[in-house]
């Protein structure tokens, strides 16, 4: 009986060692970055710290994180680039897959008749919102969170606030303890 040969040992192209050393960049993108990918957890960490933004009533307001806490990938962006929207973060391309996005929102001052919904956005097309009830104090703090697929290097998550009061429009918290966060983690592919 005849048998295939074995499997021979993995091989990493030597690359090209002209302008620095290309042999690093060929180990870092073949084994050390997909292992970084796989243990690192939380992919971005972002929150609402310096300026508190208005929330239009009766709209879906995308959140401005204006401090980010974890992204070792560099997906977010304030500011609308090529591939994605202002505010938003965006996988690094090869990593597509099912990532695990929590909001947290939280109003400045809270009118009787407010209520704050959590929106998470893929692409620009919503993805979950949570009724949150009217709350009796300040700050209103309310949370959501789903699973969602993005496609690495294409897709993007935004996250957003559906607010309604009519007593008018309200400032997010920016209060220690009290301020609006996103946290986005790759689950599986």
Not at 5 to 17: D, E, Q, Y
Not at 26 to 51: E, H, K, V, Y
Not at 98 to 110: A, E, K, N, Q
Not at 166 to 182: D, K, L, R
Request: hydrophobic share 35%; charged share 10%.
């Amino acid at each position: 009986m005849l048998y295939p040969p074995p499997p021979g040992g993995p091989v990493i192209p030597a690359g090209l060692a002209v302008h620095g050393n290309q042999y690093t960049a060929d180990l870092n993108n073949l084994i050390i970055s997909p292992l970084l990918f796989c243990a690192t957890g939380i992919f971005a960490r972002l929150r609402q710290a310096a300026s508190p933004q208005t929330l239009a009533t009766g709209a879906t307001t995308m959140i401005a994180f204006d401090t980010t806490d974890e992204d070792p990938y560099g997906g977010w962006s304030a500011s609308a680039t090529s591939t994605q929207a202002a505010y938003s973060w965006q996988p690094p391309s090869g990593c597509s897959g099912w990532y695990h996005v929590h909001v947290t929102l939280s109003l400045g001052t809270v009118p009787a008749d407010a209520v704050l919904r959590p929106v998470v956005y893929v692409t620009g097309m919503p993805q979950f919102c949570v009724e949150t009830p009217k709350a009796p104090n300040s700050p209103l703090v309310t949370s959501g969170s789903a699973y969602v697929y993005a496609l690495g290097g294409a897709d993007y998550i935004q996250a957003g606030a559906a607010y309604s009061s009519a007593s008018g429009n309200e400032p997010t918290s920016v209060t220690t303890g009290y301020q609006s966060v996103m946290d986005i983690s790759w689950e599986s592919n």
